[in-house]
């Protein structure tokens, strides 16, 4: 080899072993929102009945600020969600589709994770999804980022035999710190295994790559209390770099965290070491009943948000406490609105607003 063929070899070699990402925060600007839309060929029609009220209620408000990405299942269903749309007066001027096969709503953890480069381009990383450690079929929505990707037209970088990771078991602060659960990312306990043998520093090193972070808050977390093996945004949130919003003691007790993992997160502190800012909500003062009246064994947490561009679209159970939560949330985003989703159905299957949604920021792609 030529000496300068070598050099510019070796200079390639290192920068690719340089590149960091960087995951945005997601009160950031967004091009848009993703969004699985329910259907009936895994769980059923009354599963699908059942549910997407929500779906339309996070669409109308959504539309008015961004860009809404629906993923119909098919041609049948595209269509069937098109006319449900226009029945219920929603412009469609911000909302387009994509028709892919699914398994299930959660884009949250199946889905694309949109990271920026070092240069700020924008790129998809394609994390392993089984299922929540395969408890569910999993095949259709592992293949979601690859075909978003191809679609278009941008950069993913596969991650599949790397780590299965998903998106509701990690928080960030948008300034170099991750929280995570070890029961929903590294447990290696029957029934909850993400990555075969993977350990807490080969984790941590993933993170520190692809997330863009120098520390990693590790609680322990439950494995086996749900289908996440508990995630970490069913509880806490970062509103931004400084502050972080979770639950008073009695809500935490009611999620199943331990007194250890309690402490760990009221005293937990950024990347210089300096202690966050803490807001705490309660849970629903009653346990949840479903709204066409099945009572639920647990109460619901409101953490579970998401903040889009112009609305926070907060999860609501028809509680008392719905009002006072609802208000505290709002008093964190003064520049956008508040608005109350009924995720009373939703929730019976273990889930909120956060868990089927998956935001993409501004940026140009990067193919």
Same mark, same amino acid.
């Given at each position: ?201 080969? !984790?941590?090193? $993933?993170?520190?790559?692809? %997330?863009?972070?120098? =520390? #990693? *808050?590790?609680? &322990? ?103 006072? !939560?609802?208000? $505290?949330?709002?008093?964190? %985003?003064?520049?956008? =609105? #508040? *608005?109350?989703? &009924? ?25």
């Amino acid at each position: 080899m030529k000496p300068l063929f070598v050099l510019t070899f070796l200079l390639n070699i290192a920068f690719c072993m340089a590149q960091t990402y960087h995951f945005p925060e997601e009160s950031s600007p967004h091009e848009g929102t993703w969004l699985q839309w329910p259907h009936h060929h895994q769980h059923g029609t009354e599963y699908r009945k059942r549910i997407e009220q929500t779906w339309i209620e996070m669409t109308r408000e959504l539309q008015t600020g961004e860009k809404v990405h629906i993923i119909a299942y098919d041609n049948a269903e595209k269509k069937r969600i098109e006319d449900l749309l226009e029945k219920n007066k929603i412009p469609l001027k911000n909302v387009d589709f994509k028709v892919y096969p699914t398994d299930d709503v959660w884009i949250r953890d199946n889905g694309p994770v949109f990271v920026k480069d070092d240069q700020g381009h924008v790129l998809i990383e394609d994390w392993g999804f089984n299922g929540w450690g395969g408890k569910y079929d999993s095949k259709n929505c592992d293949e979601i980022p690859q075909r978003i990707g191809e679609d278009l037209g941008m950069k993913v970088i596969d991650l599949n035999e790397e780590m299965v990771n998903e998106g509701g078991s990690v928080e960030t602060d948008g300034k170099g710190v991750l929280m995570a659960c070890k029961s929903s990312v590294i447990s290696q306990k029957r029934g909850s295994v993400r990555t075969k043998g993977i350990t807490q520093q080969e !984790a941590e090193e $993933m993170f520190e790559q692809y %997330y863009g972070v120098s =520390k #990693v *808050i590790w609680l &322990d977390g439950v494995t086996g209390l749900d289908v996440t093996d508990m995630h970490i945004d069913g509880f806490m949130k970062f509103i931004n770099h400084t502050t972080m919003i979770t639950m008073d003691e009695d809500g935490l007790f009611e999620m199943g965290l331990t007194d250890k993992d309690i402490n760990t997160l009221y005293t937990a502190s950024d990347a210089e070491g300096k202690e966050y800012r803490k807001v705490y909500l309660p849970a629903t003062k009653n346990k949840v009943k479903t709204a066409y009246g099945k009572q639920l064994e647990d109460k619901g947490s409101y953490i579970n948000f998401y903040v889009a561009n112009k609305v926070v679209l907060v999860p609501n159970y028809g509680d008392p406490n719905d009002k006072m !939560a609802n208000k $505290m949330i709002q008093e964190q %985003y003064p520049d956008r =609105k #508040v *608005i109350g989703i &009924d995720v009373r159905n939703l929730y019976e299957n273990g889930g909120m607003i956060h868990c089927v949604t998956q935001q993409q920021p501004v940026g140009s792609f990067l193919k």
